[in-house]
């Protein structure tokens, strides 16, 4: 694969996540996901772009209660 062939399949990876994880995690998790993409797609790392959205717990939801209803009922 040519450089500029590698740089039209750019994959560009979107991570949707509750808030509440440290810059370094965050960090280390787009480091790690962008080594399997150089493993298993054979992209350079240069071409991963990789974009983290976060969501306050308030604005989550599963089962029909936000992650803050969650965590406070799992206290009781």
Do not use: C, W, Y
């Amino acid at each position: 694969m040519t450089t500029s062939s590698r740089e039209k399949t750019m994959p560009e990876i979107t991570i949707s996540m509750a808030e509440g994880r440290t810059d370094e995690q965050k960090a280390g998790m787009m480091r790690d996901i962008t080594q399997a993409l150089v493993k298993n797609l054979g992209v350079d790392a240069d071409a991963v772009v990789i974009q983290i959205n976060e969501a306050p717990l308030r604005h989550k939801m599963k089962g029909g209660k936000t992650f803050v209803e969650r965590a406070a009922a799992a206290k009781k």
